[in-house]
């Protein structure tokens, strides 16, 4: 500890005596001799406290291993000295006030040095003002007047110096004189010279106050005492020292210009611009002031305005920051606090007064340069059939997690009543989060939907509604849309990234990026599909600053980005896949939506709208919606906006209406439609060598590649031609990207399927039926199966045939065998739910008789498809083979989020007999089809729906229930008892398990609708988080027990019952003599009198078999009464007693007596 403290004291007078550009450079110099890692440099340069910097510094010298001389000389060798800065006094001043201007560098020390200091504030401006403001920390400013942002440490030490020096608490105590002046309005009577003079100023000249032109509508001036009228009789009287603290400079004699502009104090030292003539000392203040009207004229001279920065546009006051250099403050936020105040005090002024002009920010030349061009190209109509949007529902969302052992979350699915649709996009979406956005925090607002939901349409819009004027809360909106194709090694800069969009060179870059900076908050980050930037290796650590400090990877930027380290306040804007590994990082996303997809009638609005710019738009697009009808299959995949457009592409190339033309029935039949002439006029084997690249690229996550991955130019130009490839934007070089993520899931198949680097016997994993314990396949090409389905066991002629020919499809053969050979080894019956559907899926695209007989004929009597998410599709395809299967079938389709459309569909098939699904989602069927007088299929669906047992785990679910006995109790007293619901008629079993926090709020709901279920058998209130219901329950619940003649089971274990409880139920139980046959009160509150009550009952309880009171609160008397009372029930076969208030010897007595005590 000799070398440390010997090493320490020097650090101590080294650091005192120099700046903080010394400072750093001897933080550099440990960083290049690799004494302290680059994250240590970082945080050393962010350290606010100087002993805690000296102490770090001095540890790290410690372990060179040298003395404390040898130790530091080589440190700070090669650095200037320290500078001993002669700083006039007041005294050498002249008579204009204005003192010689001090040596560059800051002002070290206190607050109170540069309080007592003769230093010129003017030259502490120049100074901080070309100071890298990119590489500083940030200092927060508020717009709350009570939020405090002063240094805590700064402070303390502040208060340490008031309470050891004598001279400083003499000269705070006039300060605070000087503060009660400024914020109370009631010592304005006058107010003598005397004061002045105990800070270091001669006398106060000045005469008048002139209203700043720049101030705003509400900030007013508060007059000098000289310029109020005053009785010079009557003495000066100063209220007491108020509590807050304010900093003041060094006044002499001149005129004092008085800024009221900041409501709260920003750290460090104030930034002062250039001296107007005739000014030399300025104060600051915050509190109320007279309004401009209540000032009287003056007589004499007016005081000289300050002139504005010239690098801060719109700062009048060399204390007020510009809003460009306020990150995070909104306009109204530099208003000050007397400015609230008199809107509550100033009954007289007009309302006019108070409203603040909406007035367009004066943007830097090339600024505004940038923000035009940016507007201008994103209202630019974009090329092809994504000009032509048909707007697809936005719903909020939230995730949960995949399993309860498991911490990865994915996304929830929601029942289709539960859905709420995010009303007008993303543009209202974005206005309205940012009203409930934490302050100083980076918004980030994440969209989920599949890969072609149109993800990438929606974040468009967004860019076209900033340009066209509707998000004014934003000064930029950036769209990064191109961000998969790093490579290792790939590194750039924070602006390189930020403006990627951008002409190339783009002029006043530095300007720019120190705009967006200072401004964090009016800067909206667009992230399409960031997901292929998976794992990212580098994080950024220390803390959140404007920008990295040198070049980064992309990830670790990306990175940065989403764990609020960079541009922090900024609001981000991401588009993800719902499995990606991206999602695992959202689950604290301000704003959680997903897209829903088309519908039917938006899918066939699209086609519309596709034919209706081309020549001959209407009738061919009412042709192309014919035939998309006609395809009921395809119908259902145009939810997907990308399959949407195939079918348009192909519907296009079909022969003119003369001729015979139809659809083809499978996905694969499409896109080889649409890729056999594309194929036929490609350069040999182009088809085959891009089907490679996707493939390989898929197994990486990527879809964007490379121009130079391509076999040759020509290749590049066909697929470019043909519209398999497009160009992909924002990238840093001449990157492609697939035209669509279903298009390379088909040409990654063709690779599997054509390809003889794949063996046969490894084919079976990539269709992922079977699960595999060891290296499981990663199916992010998760159309791929089908198409490799499809594929291989189609025809070949009218399949591979056209697209890679006769002879480079032969080899496939003994591909096809070996599929198939798998796929009727299969057994559905024991798939899971996913894993059925896709073999359907499949079964379905290889159009084979022989494997479509074999999956029907092993389908389950009872189908579960609860949690596994039903889309469209799927609803068809499952719907097509239970028809086919010509057998009777009982669907569970809770948790799927099933649409009503494929809802009504698979409930109106003759072979399904029954099924369950949400109370919501079926109520609301039931809803629609009577709206439509469809009766037929109403009383269908009623007779059909079934809710046995019914498990109620949230208020949802008791709110649901309570609706469905309410269309009962509609119908039984209107007189249409033909028409009850089998439904509520038939339940037997219910579950109530909401837990202690919800269920005594939602019991009470649940007891009123109970006699509604008259052949209610079973009724558990028991839960493992105990729902608590307590004794106000117990009295409900003992209401409905006469309409209750058929309940068996009652089961009251861990509800907080106490002998109130016991005594209310042991009242109402003979209504229940002639059924009940378990009744549990395990682990509740009961005592002797309770106890007592019970055993009084129990005798009349003539079907009872089974009461069970362990773990109660009785004690040997209770259990006395209830043993007694036993011997006069031959019936009761098991009474469970055992609780630890009984002695265990009076236990074992009891049981001796009557065994059918059970001790357990």
């Known amino acids: ?346 009954p007289t002024q007009s309302p006019e007064a108070h409203e603040v002009p909406s007035e367009v920010p004066k943007w ?248 209706g710019r081309l020549a001959g738009g209407p009738g061919r697009g009412e042709r192309a919606v014919t035939l998309l009808r006609g395809r009921p299959f395809l119908l259902s995949h145009s939810h997907s906006p990308a399959l949407c457009r195939a079918v348009c592409q192909l519907c296009e190339a079909l022969p003119e209406p003369g001729d015979a033309a139809e659809l083809p029935s499978t996905l694969t039949g499409l896109y080889v439609g649409l890729l056999g002439p594309a194929a036929r006029d490609g350069p040999p084997g182009a088809l085959v060598g891009l089907a490679k690249l996707a493939w390989e690229l898929g197994r990486r996550h990527k879809s964007v590649l490379q121009g130079d991955q391509l076999p040759s130019a020509e290749a590049r130009a066909w697929a470019l031609a043909a519209g398999l490839l497009r160009a992909s934007p924002g990238g840093p070089g001449p990157e492609l990207a697939f035209s669509s993520f279903v298009l390379q899931c088909f040409l990654g198949a063709l690779w599997l399927a054509l390809s003889g680097e794949v063996k046969d016997k490894e084919l079976p994993q990539y269709l992922a039926l079977t699960p595999r314990k060891k290296r499981p396949y990663d199916n992010w090409l998760e159309a791929t199966p089908r198409f490799l389905t499809g594929l291989l066991l189609q025809p070949r002629a009218r399949c591979l045939a056209l697209l890679a020919g006769p002879a480079a499809a032969a080899p496939a053969d003994r591909k096809q065998k070996v599929l198939a050979r798998y796929l009727r080894r299969l057994q559905p019956g024991t798939l899971r739910a996913g894993r059925l559907l896709e073999l359907l899926h499949c079964a379905h695209e290889a159009e084979d008789a022989a494997l479509r007989l074999h999956v029907l004929h092993g389908l389950p009597a009872r189908l579960c498809f609860r949690g596994t998410r039903l889309t469209p599709p799927d609803a068809h395809v499952l719907g097509c083979a239970l028809e086919a299967a010509g057998r009777d079938f009982s669907l569970d389709l809770r948790g799927t989020g099933i649409d009503p459309p494929g809802l009504g569909s698979l409930v109106g098939l003759g072979c399904v007999t029954h099924f369950r699904a949400a109370l919501s989602d079926t109520v609301g069927l039931w809803e629609s089809l009577q709206q439509r007088g469809e009766a037929t299929l109403l009383r269908a669906a009623e007779e059909k729906f079934v809710i046995e047992p019914f498990k109620a785990e949230s208020v949802k679910d008791v709110a649901d229930l309570a609706e469905l006995v309410r269309i009962q109790r509609t119908r039984s007293s209107s007189g249409d008892a033909a028409r009850e619901l089998p439904a509520v008629r038939g339940l037997k079993k219910l579950e109530f398990a909401l837990g202690p926090v919800h269920g005594p709020r939602a019991f009470p709901k649940l007891a009123a609708i109970l006699p509604a279920f008259s052949s209610l058998q079973h009724l558990d209130l028991d839960s493992l988080s105990e729902n608590k219901i307590g004794d106000a329950g117990v009295t409900q619940l003992s209401a409905t027990f006469p309409q209750l003649k058929a309940l068996e089971t009652l089961n009251l274990s861990q509800n907080c019952v106490t002998d109130v409880g016991a005594c209310q139920l042991a009242q109402a139980l003979p209504a229940l003599a002639g059924s009940l046959l378990r009744l549990s009160l395990y682990n509740n509150c009961i005592c002797d009198a309770g106890a007592e009550s019970l055993a009084r009952v129990l005798p009349d309880m003539a079907a009872l078999r089974v009461l069970d009171v362990q773990y109660n609160k009785f004690t040997a008397a209770g259990a006395q009464q209830l043993a007694t009372s036993l011997k006069k029930c031959p019936h009761v076969e098991t009474l469970a007693m055992w609780t630890p208030t009984i002695p265990f010897g009076v236990q074992e007595h009891l049981q001796q007596l009557d065994s059918r005590i059970s001790l357990r």
């Open 1 to 346: 500890m000799d070398h440390f403290q010997a090493i320490l004291a020097q650090v101590r007078a080294l650091l005192s005596s120099r700046q903080p550009s010394h400072v750093q450079a001897l933080l550099d110099r440990l960083l290049r001799e690799e004494l302290v890692s680059r994250e240590y440099h970082h945080a050393l340069l962010h350290e606010p406290d100087a002993e805690a910097l000296a102490r770090q510094i001095s540890l790290t010298l410690l372990q060179k291993g040298e003395p404390a001389p040898a130790g530091l000389a080589w440190a700070w060798s090669g650095l200037p000295a320290p500078e001993t800065e002669s700083i006039p006094s007041h005294g050498g001043c002249g008579d204009s006030g204005q003192c010689t201007a001090m040596d560059s560098g800051p002002l070290e020390g206190s607050y109170l040095e540069l309080l007592n200091s003769n230093a010129d504030p003017l030259q502490l401006y120049h100074f901080y003002d070309q100071m890298d403001l990119v590489g500083e920390e940030e200092t927060e400013l508020y717009s709350e007047p009570d939020t405090d942002t002063i240094n805590c440490d700064q402070f303390s030490k502040l208060l340490r110096e008031m309470e050891g020096d004598e001279e400083t608490r003499e000269a705070y105590a006039n300060i605070a004189e000087l503060d009660q002046y400024v914020f109370q309005d009631s010592q304005l009577e006058g107010l003598g010279k005397d004061i002045f003079k105990h800070i270091g100023s001669e006398d106060v000249a000045g005469e008048s106050v002139e209203v700043l032109p720049d101030a705003g509508p509400r900030s007013q001036k508060r007059p000098f005492p000289e310029e109020l009228p005053a009785d010079p009789k009557k003495p000066r009287k100063l209220g007491p020292p108020s509590g807050s603290v304010v900093g003041c400079l060094n006044l002499p004699a001149a005129p004092i210009r008085i800024v009221p502009t900041l409501p709260t104090l920003p750290q460090g030292l104030w930034q002062i611009s250039g001296a107007g003539a005739g000014i030399s000392s300025i104060l600051i203040y915050h509190g109320k002031m007279p309004p401009a009207s209540q000032v009287p004229p003056s007589s004499g001279p007016a005081v000289h305005g300050l002139p504005r920065s010239p690098d801060r546009p719109g700062s009048t006051s060399p204390f007020a920051p510009s809003a460009a250099d306020l990150p995070g403050m909104p306009e109204p936020a530099l208003t000050s606090r007397a400015d609230r105040a008199e809107d509550e005090t100033s």
């Open 364 to 611: 830097p030349e090339g600024v505004e340069r940038f923000r035009c061009w940016l507007r201008d190209k994103y209202l630019a109509e974009p090329a092809g059939p994504d000009g032509f949007l048909v707007e697809a529902e936005l719903t909020w969302a939230r995730l949960e997690r995949s399993s309860s052992k498991g911490q990865e979350r994915e996304l929830a699915t929601l029942d289709w009543a539960e859905r709420r649709q995010a009303a007008g996009g993303l543009a209202e979406v974005l206005q309205a989060a940012g009203e409930w956005r934490r302050r100083r925090d980076t918004q980030v607002v994440a969209v989920l939907g599949k890969a072609g939901q149109g993800k990438s349409c929606w974040a468009r819009a967004v860019s076209r509604a900033w340009a066209c004027g509707q998000l004014p809360q934003y000064d930029f909106v950036l769209s990064l849309p191109g961000l998969g194709s790093e490579r290792p090694g790939d590194t750039c800069r924070l602006q390189d990234l930020l403006f990627s969009l951008g002409p190339r060179p783009l002029p006043a870059e530095d300007e720019l990026f120190n705009h967006v900076v200072r401004r964090p908050d009016r800067l909206l980050l667009i992230l399409d599909a960031p997901e292929e930037l998976e794992a990212p290796e580098g994080l950024l650590h220390g803390a959140g600053g404007p920008g990295p400090s040198g070049p980064h990877s992309p990830r670790g930027l990306l990175a940065g980005l989403l764990q609020r380290k960079l541009l922090r306040g900024c609001t981000l804007l991401l588009t993800a896949r719902p499995r990606g590994r991206l999602t695992q990082n959202l689950a604290k996303a301000d704003v959680l939506l997903e897209m829903a997809g088309f519908s039917a009638e938006q899918a066939e609005t699209y086609v519309t709208r596709y034919f």
